[in-house]
């Protein structure tokens, strides 16, 4: 009969693992021609600080652009900022900060979608949570739009909403 096979495990000796160094926290570039800016963060308390911060944005950007902004404030204070321009921005999403803004928390790409549709919805007054807006151009929604906002609970009061925009329409009672 052969002598049984024994195994021996070596051992293994661990290493601690090198600290790899923490990487750079990644940009986010913006690169198009409209978006949706979200600012959690803010300082901002009156339409002043608002114009303040559009006249900031201005400054910043030497393109032709449409801007809209307005405070909300339902469960946190916060900015929304829609911007459209005939040419492509290329920057950082911070480089869209201002001094009272804090940074920016959220960007949506526009796409080219409806433009008019992203300017309205930073503008729109009937939303509960709006406090105040200023823009370049005031933009008229249609019916679908209110309707719309009021689906996603974002307006209560839809009859005095379309009636103020003249859209009251028996098939919208």
Not at 36 to 54: A, F, I, K, Q
Not at 67 to 72: A, P
């Amino acid at each position: 009969m052969a002598p049984k096979k024994t195994t021996t495990k070596k051992e293994t000796t661990k290493r601690p693992r090198e600290e790899e160094p923490e990487p750079e926290k990644k940009k986010f570039r913006v690169q198009c021609k409209a978006g949706l800016l979200t600012y959690n963060e803010v300082s901002l308390g009156t339409r002043e600080d608002l114009v303040e911060m559009y006249n900031e944005l201005k400054e910043k950007f030497s393109a032709d652009i449409v801007w809209s902004l307005c405070l909300e404030e339902e469960s946190r204070l916060h900015v929304h900022v829609f911007f459209e321009c005939e040419t492509v921005i290329d920057c950082d999403l911070q480089y869209f900060q201002t001094k009272k803004s804090g940074p920016v928390g959220d960007f949506k790409a526009n796409r080219g979608k409806n433009l008019a549709r992203g300017h309205w919805y930073v503008q729109c007054e009937y939303k509960k949570s709006h406090k105040c807006f200023y823009c370049d151009k005031v933009v008229k929604p249609n019916a679908k739009w209110i309707v719309d906002e009021w689906r996603n609970n974002k307006i209560e009061k839809i009859t005095e909403a379309l009636a103020a925009e003249k859209l009251l329409t028996p098939q919208l009672i």
